[in-house]
């Protein structure tokens, strides 16, 4: 089958959606090609900006400021890039901060419509709490995980709930590493406590997932059941705040925590997920209806197999369902699908190549690593502050997103990349993932749609 | 016996009693498939049984992943999940790397049948004779004419005109209604050929309606299922036809496999994929823009056996047939891709199941407030009318193809 | 100080099957593991306890491993399971030389169980495993039985304990004390305490593998073993239908085993030098196991591979000869010829003859102690293995689904009800923790309660978390709370306790790290430093000796 749009976005993550919203927005018709949920549906559900910047010890309290250290002193991550795009280098620091906060702002009002809450700006660094308890410095969380005053009030009681047949959440664990970071950070609450509740309507199934207690909660039945249950241990415990598990709903977060917070009189905080995540599952949902509801072609369950250039472009490209074809021809193009989970760039013994075109890899540092075993790219430790190469690399692009080649020139003038499959920085280590994908999706999509508009 | 054949009985001896029934070389790509998965779980926030039974009764398709993984001796020990599953396909869909879950749950079922068929529930083994002696899914009507009794009950209830069965030994088409629509709906069956008709097709009808073979691949029995493939090819390929059209989701999605297996040259097409690249979208604009009525408000329920199994475009095709027909207006329920439990055989031995997983769409739909639903599938819509009655919605359910047939013959 | 009769140092399958016998024979006796049971060699063996097959050179080797399999079928036949094997040939020359082995093997065939070797035409050999090459010629059949050797090493510390034996893990010797000549006692170091101990017996054996020269040299006596290491490649599920066994580039014997919920690629055997303890398998290794193995199943090139492992074998030192050549037999030397009287120490042997060599020296042992005793480790069961188990019985008594119960009779036999009792009390120990394997929070519990474990990896060892696929990339989280609530462990002890996890999966994943595992790294690394921040946060770690090296 062979249909036209004016934008195809391949990939379906955080960037791919954003980008195709973008276009949208210009007016353009949009077809997005995805195969399956990337990083972004395994993800905690926050969208960190940027946490650390590369090699720093401290975090970064000011994610302007940090964005803006950032584009004046590592060249080749992507929001660098994208602020180089825009002006010349003795101002593109600014332009970088300008437009990861216009793409903030964008996409607050933008998800919303879409029935996510998010909050939070590039003015300061929040401290969400994970299901052990650490804290990880982000910029914009979903509303049910907002933990405002409770990193730093020291009259705060926080409460740690876990769920019985959850094994995701262990109060104890959870609340003494809590406690033992407040103590080491000399803020924070000094009453630190946990308990298990149960949900009595589930109890006869034992063992429970996240999911099922996500439906449960999406309830008003399954709210009132965990209200009943905890209302005795925030009175006995006097709570100020309660932590639960990553559950709050699968569509609707917001609402659960209002209801939530008005029964129990008191703060309902849900921790960052971990995969399977219920907050990524429902950051991914708000995503695909933000795009739906705009207008966009949302092809699920098809994998790109085949393109057709002419003259350096690419005119269209071919993909595949189960059992159908279908030729989607368009004007320009977004590559975002991601990095190993994604499966945008894959590795073998021999090497690392990107999945679709071809393209070569680049690390960090902007280095051809196309033909370096994979291990090599790695540190004999698993989880370090300087984290694996490996991580920071792939393609490696133009200040406009456009993939290049070993030669540094632009191989597909139409084609603009965004997201976890861009060279140039790691995610895991600085805290900057689906804040990449989001701004780099961004400008990818306000690019194709220029190109679009050209080419008309 | 020579030593060699003598040696080979003797393994087959150790591999029985060791459980092991060894990959074929088809299966082998479905192994592959599995050993991509990365646990990610993404597959567990989409399984609808999860919600419906709990992660403690079915471990979800990551749980069925990691089954393969003991296998080969250790298949029989899934028997009490293993049925549960309702083939949906939603996590082939949402997994990052492709894992084929619903081939992996036909595998297992495979090897229980064979090894221990005493854990196969008995109303498989009961719908697995039926094929055998009916060629069809469906017990037969006994008595001919009370079929053409309750044939013409239903087309007088719906208002659809009767028109002669067309069976020829050459066409450009071949309808195939399969075994839902040829022994219980059959408006379906002649919904299909009013379409047909309307459009003046040069279509036939199969002399003698067998199976398609997919509850067999579903319960587990491959044998059987290639046999019935095989002789559809053959009379595919006798009739030398373009185009097997079809009304039921299960049948296209089994046919489509099929076509590519056994090579067919003729294309196999649901009749709304028929209608718009076919028959194409002018001519049907231009007859549907015609249909008259009083407005009516549906609600769209998208097969999985079409949208995952298929391709997710047919749900852009069916939209686009809906928004033609004028007194019709599509409300959305959010939940028209979500199962609707009838499948996996799941309805034939656990409709408590079945029923938990269809709730999530009988109240989305009950919620809307339409004057029906449609699905273009037999099957889906007996189990979303089903499960509704049970659950004591009150709800009108009609497949898409009646639907489309009564605005064409109301004209 | 406390007096035992006899002390073990190291707790692999010899120092387990040791302190067993010794136990049995009621020798008041102490075993001290420097680190976990099954730890060491034992643990990165592929379980085959061999029929002995390739020493067909040495008639009295291949006969007593012929007999010590019918004897561990006895005593452990629930841990025990039969792999049919095929030897595909792509040439006649693919024949394993010295002529007359079939016969030879299938000679002792018949006490085991299982038939003689046996030709198959190629049609029938790709029948069973289509994974062949189409090119094969013929093919070999013959069948082994293989052991887990983390359960049987384990199983035979418990029962040891059981009959009044103290098993003491994480406690490294430190000191061989010898008074005129005679050992009277060791200095040991508890690593868990921080304490440094002494107990007083008049023997000690040294069952530490290949780290006995250390222990020799602690004691000041001579012992030369010729190390030799061998890598495994492991390729996830169980992509083989049976068991494969090959022609390497270099004409050594290789092999393709199911193993678990894995296949088991080895093995490599090189002659080395470096600390046992700083061991991870090369490239070279790795490629030489693949091009091998590619020759007779080419798909082998395309399995994911999960992680490899690499041990050391200690060899009995004969010089001069490929280390084929070497006899697969073991000594047991009396160091009283070295001026030290009640020092045993044991070089060579195989993971099969573990309780024979108990024996002997238990023989030894006790002549020297004057104990008239007789030897019944053949004859007593091992925990566990008392009665048959019905999965499915158990599956509806208890409410868990019958692959989880399958899987827990698979490692404790009849003890399964013991773990499955404790859900009377606890319903929500049901949940899965490692969703690979499958194993429930009752499984741990019951481990942490019963099994002395204090890592993960030690929790690993007894109930198989996180050696699936994923290699603990979602359980170790899941895990890490419940140790630590069950050992009193503070938030950052936890955390510490999660992160020496995560690098010692690591240290075995890296040097394959291709393919499928670079997806399901970036998952890890998502996890732990992306979203729990342990990379910032988290403690520290110490330097672990395989992080010496870069």
């Keep these: ?456 | 016996m020579s030593d060699e054949e003598e040696a080979y009985q003797f393994v087959l001896g150790t591999l029985s009693r060791e459980r092991i029934v060894p990959y074929s070389e088809a299966e082998l790509p479905i192994v592959k498939s599995v050993e991509q998965c990365i646990n990610c779980g993404v597959c567990l926030n989409h399984c609808p049984l999860i919600p419906a039974v709990g992660v403690m009764r079915f471990p979800g398709p990551r749980g069925i992943a990691v089954r393969l993984s003991r296998s080969p001796p250790e298949f029989w020990t899934d028997a009490d999940v293993i049925y549960l599953c309702t083939g949906c396909g939603t996590c082939r869909e949402v997994c990052p790397n492709d894992v084929d879950i619903p081939s992996v749950v036909n595998m297992i079922r495979k090897r229980i049948l064979r090894t221990m068929p005493d854990l196969v529930p008995l109303p498989l083994h009961q719908l697995q004779e039926r094929v055998r002696e009916y060629g069809l899914a469906f017990e037969p009507w006994e008595d001919p004419e009370d079929k053409a009794d309750s044939r013409d009950m239903r087309l007088e209830r719906l208002g659809l005109p009767l028109f002669e069965d067309r069976i020829t030994d050459h066409a450009e088409v071949l309808y195939y209604p399969g075994c839902q629509a040829e022994e219980r709906a059959q408006e379906i069956r002649e919904a299909a050929k009013v379409i047909l008709e309307h459009f003046r097709v040069d279509y036939t009808l199969l002399e003698e309606m067998r199976c398609c073979g997919l509850p067999l691949e579903l319960l587990g029995d491959d044998e059987q299922a290639e046999e019935l493939a095989g002789r559809l090819t053959e009379q595919v390929r006798s009739l030398g036809v373009e185009y097997v059209v079809t009304t039921c989701a299960g049948c296209t999605s089994r046919l489509s496999e099929i076509a590519v297996s056994h090579h067919w040259s003729a294309k196999v097409l649901h009749i709304v994929e028929y209608l718009r690249e076919v028959i194409g979208e002018e001519r049907v604009r231009d007859t549907l823009r015609a249909a008259t009525g009083p407005p009516e408000a549906v609600a769209v329920h998208q097969p999985c056996h079409l949208i995952r199994h298929v391709s997710r475009n047919i749900g852009d095709d069916m939209e686009w047939l809906l928004d033609l027909i004028a007194p019709v207006t599509v409300k959305h329920s959010g939940v028209e891709d979500s199962c609707c439990g009838g499948g996996g055989l799941v309805n034939h031995h656990d409709t408590k199941t079945s029923d938990a997983v269809t709730r999530v769409n009988v109240e989305a739909i009950g919620a809307l407030g339409v004057d029906r639903a449609v699905a273009p599938c037999p099957l889906c819509v007996a189990q979303l009318e089903n499960a509704a009655f049970r659950a004591g919605v009150d709800m009108d359910v009609e497949d898409l193809t009646v639907l489309v047939a009564q605005y064409l013959s109301g004209e | 100080m406390n007096e035992y009769d006899v002390i073990v140092i190291g707790g692999g399958s010899t120092g387990t099957a040791v302190a067993r016998d010794c136990a049995l024979r009621g020798l008041k006796t102490l075993l001290l593991e420097r680190d976990d049971i099954a730890s060491g060699t034992v643990g990165t063996c592929a379980g085959m306890i061999s029929s002995g097959l390739k020493y067909m050179r040495e008639p009295h080797i291949v006969d007593m491993c012929s007999s010590e399999v019918v004897h561990l079928r006895h005593i452990a036949r629930h841990i025990v399971m039969k792999n049919p094997i095929l030897t595909p040939l792509i040439e006649m020359s693919d024949l394993s030389s010295g002529g007359n082995f079939a016969e030879e093997y299938s000679k002792r065939a018949a006490e085991r169980e299982v038939p003689p070797v046996m030709f198959l035409t190629p049609e029938d050999a790709l029948k069973i495993e289509p994974r062949l090459s189409p090119d094969i010629i013929a093919s070999l059949y013959f069948e082994e039985y293989f052991i887990d050797p983390f359960r049987l090493c384990l199983l035979q510390a418990l029962d040891a304990r059981n009959h009044g034996a103290d098993i003491r893990t994480y406690c490294e010797v430190t000191n061989i004390i010898v008074g005129q000549g005679e050992v009277t006692g060791v200095e040991f170091f508890d690593r868990l305490s921080g304490s440094i101990e002494r107990a007083s017996a008049r023997i000690v054996v040294n069952a530490t593998g290949p780290w006995a020269t250390r222990i020799a040299e602690i004691a000041g006596v001579p012992l030369q073993l010729r190390l030799n290491k061998g890598a495994h490649v492991i390729l996830d599920r169980r992509v083989v239908n049976v068991g494969v066994i090959a022609k390497a580039v270099d004409g050594r014997m290789i092999y393709l085993f199911p193993h678990e919920n894995t296949v088991l690629l080895g093995t490599t055997a090189l002659d080395t030098w470096e600390d046992p303890d700083n061991l991870t398998a090369s490239h070279d290794e790795i490629e030489y196991l693949l091009t091998s193995m590619s020759w007779v199943v080419p798909s082998v090139r395309e399995a994911r591979i999960i992680r490899t492992m690499e041990g050391v074998r200690p060899l009995v030192a004969q010089w001069k000869v490929p280390e084929d050549d070497v006899t697969r037999g073991y000594e047991v030397i009396d160091h009283e010829k070295d001026g030290v009287v009640g020092l045993y120490s044991f070089v060579g042997g195989k993971l099969v003859m573990c309780r024979r060599m108990a024996q002997t020296v238990t023989d030894l042992i006790c002549q020297r102690l004057g104990v008239d005793s007789e030897c019944l480790t053949h004859e007593r069961p091992l925990p566990g293995m008392e009665d048959d188990v019905d999965v499915l019985v158990l599956s509806r008594q208890y409410g868990v689904p019958a692959q989880t119960v399958q899987r827990m009779v698979a490692r404790r036999g009849t003890l399964t009800v013991r773990v499955l009792e404790l859900l009377s009390e606890n319903p929500s120990w049901r949940s899965t923790i490692c969703a690979c394997e499958p194993v429930i929070e009752a499984e741990l519990r019951y481990s942490l309660r019963e099994e002395f474990p204090q890592t993960l990896n030690d929790l690993r060892r007894r109930t198989r978390l996180g050696t699936g696929p994923c290699q603990s990339t979602y359980c170790a989280l899941r895990a890490a709370p419940i140790l630590a609530e069950e050992l009193d462990l503070s938030g950052r002890e936890a955390q510490t306790e999660l992160l020496r996890y995560l690098s010692e999966r690591w240290k075995g994943k890296r040097p394959s790290f291709r393919g499928d595992q670079l997806s399901q790294e970036e998952i890890v690394q998502g996890t732990y430093s992306c979203v729990l921040n342990l990379d910032r946060m988290g403690p520290s770690l110490e330097s672990q000796p395989w992080e010496e090296v870069e």
Excluded at chain 1, 234 to 259: K, Q
Excluded at chain 1, 263 to 287: D, K, M
Excluded at chain 1, 351 to 374: K, T, W
Excluded at chain 1, 442 to 447: D, K, L, M, N, V
Aim: charged share 15%; net charge negative; proline share 4%.
């Design chain 1, 1 to 456: 089958m062979q249909v036209e749009s004016d934008v195809v976005v391949i990939g379906g993550g955080m960037a791919g959606l954003v980008a195709a919203a973008v276009a949208l927005d210009a007016g353009l018709s949009v077809t997005v090609v995805t195969r399956g949920h990337g990083a972004t549906a395994s993800s905690s559900g926050a969208i960190d900006i940027l946490g650390y910047l590369p090699g720093a010890v401290l975090p970064v309290e000011i994610p302007a400021d940090g964005v803006h250290t950032l584009a004046m002193f590592h060249p080749w991550h992507p929001y660098t890039l994208i602020g180089l795009g825009t002006t010349d280098a003795g101002r593109s620091a600014d332009a970088s901060v300008a437009q990861v906060s216009d793409a903030i702002d964008w996409f607050r009002d933008r998800i919303s419509s879409a029935g996510l809450e998010i909050s939070g700006s590039v003015s300061e660094t929040q401290w969400p709490v994970s299901v052990l308890g650490t804290v990880k410095p982000t910029t914009l969380l979903q509303s049910s995980m907002v933990t405002g005053s409770m990193s730093t009030d020291a009259d705060a009681t926080v409460l740690f709930v876990g769920l019985r047949g959850l094994p995701d959440l262990n109060p104890r664990a959870a609340s003494s590493a809590y406690s033992e970071w407040c103590q080491s950070t000399g803020e924070g609450p000094h009453r630190v406590v946990g308990t298990v509740v149960e949900l009595r309507s589930l109890s006869q199934r034992q063992a429970l997932s996240s999911i099922e207690i996500a439906h449960h909660l999406d309830t008003d039945a399954g709210r009132t059941e965990l209200t009943d249950a905890l209302v005795p241990i925030v009175n006995n415990t006097g709570a100020t705040h309660v932590v639960l598990p990553p559950v709050m709903g699968v569509v609707d977060s917001h609402e659960a925590r209002e209801s939530l917070e008005t029964a129990l009189g008191c703060r309902v905080i849900e921790t960052l997920g971990v995969p399977p995540s219920v907050p990524g599952s429902r950051l991914q949902a708000a995503l695909e209806r933000m795009v739906v509801s705009m207008g966009g072609r949302l092809l699920k369950g098809h994998t790109v197999q085949d393109h057709r250039v002419t003259d350096g472009r690419i005119t269209e490209v071919t993909a595949r369902s189960r059992r159908r074809s279908v030729t989607v021809s368009a004007s320009a193009f977004v590559l975002a699908t991601g990095k190993f989970v994604g499966g945008g760039i894959v590795g073998d013994e021999t090497g690392l190549r990107e999945f679709l075109f071809g393209l070569p890899v680049f690390d960090a540092q902007r280095y051809l690593v196309g033909d370096e075993r994979p291990s090599h790219l790695t540190s004999v430790r698993s989880v370090t502050p300087t984290g694996h190469r490996v991580f920071a690399c792939g393609v490696g692009t133009d200040t406009m997103l456009r993939p290049v080649g070993v030669d540094g020139d632009v191989v597909y003038e139409n084609l603009f990349c965004a997201g976890a499959i861009l060279a140039g920085y790691n995610y895991q280590t600085e805290k900057s993932g689906l804040g990449v994908a989001l701004v780099t999706g961004h400008t990818a999509g306000t690019y194709a749609a220029r190109e679009t508009k050209e080419v008309m």
